[in-house]
């Protein structure tokens, strides 16, 4: 990816005393894939408005290839936008709906004609063209909608939750075909939900929003396995956070006690310089636990099987420590029918890599 073709600096947006986005500076590359990632209220379509000229900012820039367009109206803006409702004039045909953009911009017929039949062939919808929108599924009229934003080839793609009316099914088909047009063609893209699977399955990187600031930025690799703060972590799929207090300090690992155990084990730590004697959440991800490891392990700790419970591809173990049963866990693996089978009640041991935990600042 090249230089940014999006850029805010100190972008910012108040609602009487309420601050829906703090001052923001964000880069976003030409052909990305950025996700704003984070719960309700949390500033990311609040921001995503701010880019679609949707809304004015109290202050800072956005510039698009290089052009202030900060206070510029949504159509001086290089941009196509896609919607969670689909929007598609429901008296034209799909070739008519796709049309559209470029007969406002005056574009003419034959190149009108050309386009339109390149986006369908892209989104796989060319039998479709005369069709109308009530004749078209969910997915249907979403791919529409895309080609519809597509054929006038913006610089930058907005989508604010474009999948959220689908069924699960759908939207994992959805996501697939999203990200090979995306692949095909070149276009940055900046993309908003709440669906933590859905940014990690799409993004190069996703921005997690958290109280109108940026929380981290990052690959889905950076925030799931190197979160830098407890919300990230708790977040950004399922995880264990722990009570624990840093025992030693080894370069980038520290030791760790929970709950004043001591010689629990050891972690990473991300974004932080720890002291011995204080007191980090330590983050285990449930797939990172082994259980009853015939190696030995420098990081472990004894628990009692409270429950089982098989979700399908996965088997989950929920457990307490047995030298303080306030602390719980959950450990995960792969289902398997001729695997391992535990008890109720029995004690098992767990275990993990360092580098497979971090220590977070509370």
């Known amino acids: 990816m090249s230089s940014a073709n999006l850029k805010i600096s100190k972008l910012c947006k108040r609602y009487g005393d ?13 052909g990305e894939f950025l996700t704003l990632l984070g719960p309700s209220g949390s500033g990311k379509t609040t921001l995503l408005s701010l880019i679609a000229g949707l809304a004015q900012p109290d202050g800072g820039q956005v510039l698009i290839n290089g052009v202030d367009v900060t206070y510029g109206a949504p159509y001086e803006r290089d941009i196509g936008m ?12 799909v070739a008519q709906n ?36 009530r004749e078209l599924s969910g997915g249907q009229q979403q791919r529409i909608a895309l080609a519809r934003c597509m054929v006038y080839r913006p610089s930058i793609i907005l989508m604010d939750e474009p999948l959220g009316a689908l069924d699960k099914k759908l939207r994992d088909h959805m996501q697939l075909e999203i ?32 109280g109108g600031a940026i929380e981290q930025l990052g690959t889905p690799a950076d925030l799931y396995f190197r979160p830098r703060t407890v919300f990230v972590a708790d977040f950004l ?12 300090l080894d370069g980038d690992q520290v030791g760790v006690s929970v ?22 959440k330590l983050m285990l991800r449930p797939q990172n ?6 190696e030995p392990a420098d990081s472990q ?5 409270r429950d089982i419970m098989v979700t399908g591809s996965l088997t989950k173990l929920y457990l307490a420590a047995t030298a303080d049963a306030g602390t719980s866990l959950v450990a995960s693996y792969p289902t398997c029918q001729l695997g391992q089978h535990y008890e109720i009640g029995q004690t098992l041991g767990l275990s993990w890599h360092a580098a497979d935990a971090v220590a977070l600042a509370e």
């Not at 986005?21 to 030409?30: R, S």
């Not at 799929?237 to 030693?248: C, I, K, P, Q, R």
């Not at 636990?289 to 015939?294: E, G, I, K, Y």
């Not at 700790?301 to 099987?305: D, G, K, P, T």
């Open 18 to 30: 309420f601050v829906a986005l703090a001052p923001t500076d964000l880069d976003v590359a030409q």
């Open 82 to 93: 896609v919607f969670q409702n689909y929007a598609l004039f429901p008296h034209m045909t």
């Open 98 to 133: 796709i049309a559209f953009p470029l007969q406002m911009r005056k574009v003419d017929g034959a190149a009108v004609r050309k386009r339109v039949a390149e986006v369908l062939e892209m989104v796989h919808l060319p039998q479709l063209a005369q069709r109308l929108p």
């Open 179 to 210: 990200k090979r047009i995306h692949r095909e063609l070149g276009t940055t893209i900046v993309y908003v939900t709440h669906d933590q699977e859905e940014a990690m399955t799409m993004s190069d990187r996703i921005c997690l929003m958290n």
């Open 237 to 248: 799929g399922e995880s264990n956070l722990l009570d624990a207090v840093v025992t030693h």
């Open 259 to 280: 709950r004043g155990q001591a010689g629990i084990g050891r972690a990473t730590v991300n974004g932080h310089a720890p002291r011995i004697g204080q007191k980090v």
């Open 289 to 294: 636990l082994r259980v009853n490891a015939s």
């Open 301 to 305: 700790i004894a628990c009692q099987l």
